[in-house]
Nanobody
Framework: QVQLVESGGGLVQAGGSLRLSCAAS????????MGWFRQAPGKEREFVAA????????NYADSVKGRFTIYRDNAKNTVYLQMNSLKPEDTAVYYC???????????????????????WGQGIQVIVFS
């Protein structure tokens, strides 16, 4: 199991930027695809972005494509989500997650399924005001 701790959330004006970090510990985090999901009040948790264990492949939800960037530093066991041009509809609790499988598939449909992620952080709040 991989333990995950998010940081970097907060309150930001629309159009602004935030960078979320996810520090991993436990099993070698660099073996795992990492993802970011978010959950807004009254809504289901949804896929935001994912990055393969090697860092060579990424994928984004259409709603954040071109504004958010996911990247990882395996030497630091940390995954980041750079969020630019934030909108009020980005307001949510953001969760970092690790694939259940080491060296899992680089498959977009696989990554978008919450059930394929076995380790989750506690979540961090992002509020974007207009």
């Amino acid at each position: 199991q991989v333990q995950l701790v998010e940081s970097g959330g907060g309150l930001v004006q629309a159009g602004g930027s935030l960078r979320l970090s996810c520090a991993a510990s436990g099993r070698t985090a660099s073996w795992y695809t990492m993802g970011w999901f978010r959950q807004a009040p009254g809504k289901e948790r949804e896929f935001v972005a994912a990055i393969s264990w090697s860092g060579s492949s990424t994928n984004y939800a259409d709603s954040v494509k071109g504004r958010f960037t996911i990247y990882r530093d395996n030497a630091k066991n940390t995954v980041y989500l750079q969020m630019n041009s934030l909108k009020p509809e980005d307001t949510a609790v953001y969760y970092c997650a690790a694939d259940r499988r080491a060296y899992g598939p680089s498959n977009i449909d696989y990554w978008r399924e919450r059930a394929n992620f076995g380790s989750w952080g506690q979540g961090i709040q992002v509020i974007v005001f207009s």
